[in-house]
Antibody
Framework: EVQLVDSGGGLVQPGGSLRLSCAASGFTLSTYTMSWVRQAPGKGLEWVSL???????YYADSAKGRFTISRDNSRNTLYLQMNSLRVEDTALYYCALLGDTYGSDYWGQGTPVTVSS | QSVLTQPPSASGTPGQRVTISCSGS????????VYWYQQFPGTAPKLLIFNNDQRPSGVPDRFSGSKSGTSASLAISGLRSEDEADYYC???????????FGGGTKLTVL
């Protein structure tokens, strides 16, 4: 059974850092292009970052220069290192498989990040 | 403001057919596949439509997708109370080199 478990969220002050994790089971993360997607309270979905199977990375403008996506193949885990956090980064963060042309659909349960003083 | 434009709300009565539109651009919907997601409060989104008009296994055929030019639509026929949820369209945008989502449409079954 495919499962994604998101963790690492929490309360952090503006300017602080957090590292989110997404542990995968039932499939090999490195063979897929995985994304982080966030959802601010009461708002819609916003794509944050992507890591391809080949190792290419892409970031939303809101994340460029502050967030880093990475993967540990030995742990089958996806990460999102978030630095210089802002109040507007407050959201529920999901790791997800987006855009699979075979219709696969994998989402974590989300991990909440709150940036507040 | 979202890159893909959806109506914020839609409604219908049980048994009706409703459609939700999604407007994009030549660099997003115009040249890439459109995906539709359904989300219930407190849960992760679920894929409803992929590759513009394909349904993953397990998604009822009451749900259908279409694309024309830089716009796409999700149609729900035989509306049921359990269809009441938020619906999002998504596509890759070549100009932005990233995924873009619509702002979401809250569907109410009257």
């Amino acid at each position: 059974e495919v499962q994604l478990v998101d963790s690492g969220g929490g309360l952090v002050q503006p300017g602080g850092s957090l590292r989110l994790s997404c542990a995968a089971s039932g499939f090999t993360l490195s063979t897929y292009t995985m994304s982080w997607v966030r959802q601010a309270p009461g708002k819609g979905l916003e794509w944050v970052s992507l890591l391809s199977g080949g190792g290419s990375t892409y970031y939303a403008d809101s994340a460029k220069g502050r967030f880093t996506i990475s993967r540990d193949n030995s742990r089958n885990t996806l990460y999102l290192q978030m630095n210089s956090l802002r109040v507007e980064d407050t959201a529920l963060y999901y790791c997800a498989l987006l855009g699979d042309t075979y219709g696969s659909d994998y989402w974590g349960q989300g991990t909440p990040v709150t940036v507040s003083s | 403001q979202s890159v893909l434009t959806q109506p914020p709300s839609a409604s219908g009565t049980p048994g009706q057919r409703v459609t939700i539109s999604c407007s994009g651009s030549s660099s997003s919907i115009g040249i890439n596949y459109v995906y539709w997601y359904q989300q219930f409060p407190g849960t992760a989104p679920k894929l409803l439509i992929f590759n513009n008009d394909q349904r993953p296994s397990g998604v009822p055929d009451r749900f259908s997708g279409s694309k024309s030019g830089t716009s796409a639509s999700l149609a729900i026929s035989g509306l049921r109370s359990e269809d009441e949820a938020d619906y999002y369209c998504a596509a890759w945008d070549d100009s932005l080199s990233g995924w873009v989502f619509g702002g979401g449409t809250k569907l109410t079954v009257l």
